[in-house]
């Protein structure tokens, strides 16, 4: 049976481990080329052979997503290897020492936070949103988190209510509102631009502490970056449905 998106390329930012790495290895598996985003090239190597291995059409790309020099060097490597972007996945994120609620939050923490999570998406977007245009029907997808809704932060009685990271929780709670204006400005074109809440999944993010797979994480990021033209846009969305802002 031929695969639907077989032809179609997709760029994963942090995509040398974790879920970034396990959402190209299933985007792979449609048989997309996936260019795998990541700052240290010996790591990124590793994983592209890694992927080509499992027969993965996989090209390292270096991308430093705080690095504006570097951003614009991969959106030209790509536009002159491959003239277009059909997927955009923005993943790379940190969480920042020094992290921590309001009162006590070392400010350093919220900048590195905002600088990767939030800068750095607005970054790598801007410098890829021309290729995407050039793909038939593009998609745009903001690996966001629950800690970044607002109204589960407000719930006292949310699972994860005593998480109170001022800079992560924030970050993602920006990006959640870049997803919904980026989505505003692309409404009359064929570009779908969401978000997602991987859940609680073991990477080195949390020092593997999570308690979903990486399979299972990166499953809803897989299925906005393939969801079909008649697909919502500017939405929240987790495998178990819609999150919300």
């Known amino acids: 049976m031929p695969l639907q998106h077989k032809g179609k390329i ?16 299933q985007l792979g598996a449609e048989g997309i080329t996936v260019l795998i985003g990541a700052r240290n090239p010996h790591l990124g190597k590793i994983a592209e052979a890694k992927l080509k291995a499992d027969g993965t059409d996989a090209h390292f790309i270096e991308l430093d997503v705080t690095q504006p020099e570097i951003i614009a060097k ?3 490597k790509i536009r002159a290897q491959f003239g277009r972007l059909d997927i955009l996945v923005n993943n790379a994120g940190v969480h920042a020492k020094g992290d921590a609620p309001p009162s006590v939050v070392d400010p350093d923490a919220v900048r590195r936070a905002l600088d ?10 801007q410098a890829m949103l021309p290729l995407v ?8 997808v903001m690996v966001s988190s629950g800690l970044g809704s607002i109204t589960w932060n407000a ?3 949310w699972s994860f209510a ?10 993602k709670a920006i990006l959640d509102m870049m997803t919904v204006q980026l989505a ?5 074109t064929p570009i779908k631009v969401n978000a997602v809440n991987p859940g609680y999944t073991a990477t080195d993010l949390n020092g593997n502490s999570g308690t979903q797979t990486v399979e299972e994480g990166a499953a809803e990021t897989v299925r906005q970056a393939l969801v079909p033209d008649d697909a919502p846009t500017g939405g929240f969305y987790e495998t178990g449905g819609v999150v919300p802002w």
């Open 155 to 157: 719930d006292p009685n």
């Open 10 to 25: 997709a760029l994963i930012t942090g995509a040398n481990k974790g879920i970034g790495f396990e959402v190209a290895r």
């Open 74 to 76: 991969a959106a030209e």
């Open 133 to 140: 245009r050039n793909a038939a029907s593009g998609r745009i």
């Open 162 to 171: 005593a998480v109170k990271r001022l800079g992560y929780n924030g970050s």
């Open 116 to 125: 990767v999570n939030f800068f750095g998406a607005l970054a790598v977007t």
């Open 184 to 188: 505003w400005e692309l409404r009359d």
